[in-house]
């Protein structure tokens, strides 16, 4: 599992002319989800991200967690996190795990985020999208989860 975590003013997904997610303060996750990626990867993910200390106290060193600040995530299945592009000149794919999989895991990571009290919004899995991003920083961490194992 890729995950590319972004701090952001504000966030929003939309599927052609329909918002279908928003957020104010927090995380915008663009989340590629990998062929043999599992329940114990969402688990670790979420526990990371819930506690990454990501945003400014008073002093303004990156010392709050999300949910030290009351903030909120966005979740964007984004498959292309996994493409190959080191032969040719087309991204190959191969990586990517099975959308019914895939989407099974998204909706894991919502659920783990809005059982921990985090205002969770998402865009719509398999759809063209359109994802705004007010990046606060900016900042952007690559965060890469296998077997359960955060690196």
Do not use: W, Y
């Amino acid at each position: 599992m890729r995950i590319v975590a972004q701090r952001v003013e504000s966030a929003s997904v939309r599927v052609g002319s329909e918002l279908v997610g928003r957020i104010g303060t927090g995380l915008c996750l663009l989340v590629g989800v990998e062929e043999g990626d599992g329940e114990p990867d969402v688990l670790a993910a979420v526990d990371k991200i819930i506690n990454l200390r990501v945003f400014a106290d008073e002093a303004g060193k990156m010392n709050r967690s999300l949910l030290d600040v009351g903030g909120s995530v966005l979740v964007v299945s984004q498959f292309t996190l996994l493409g190959d592009i080191r032969k040719g000149r087309r991204p190959s794919f191969t990586k990517s795990a099975a959308p019914g999989h895939a989407s099974a895991l998204i909706q894991q990571m919502l659920d783990l985020f809005a059982g921990e009290g985090v205002e969770t919004a998402g865009g719509r899995f398999g759809a063209h999208m359109g994802v705004e991003i007010f990046n606060d920083g900016p900042v952007t961490f690559v965060i890469d989860v296998k077997q359960g194992v955060v690196f």
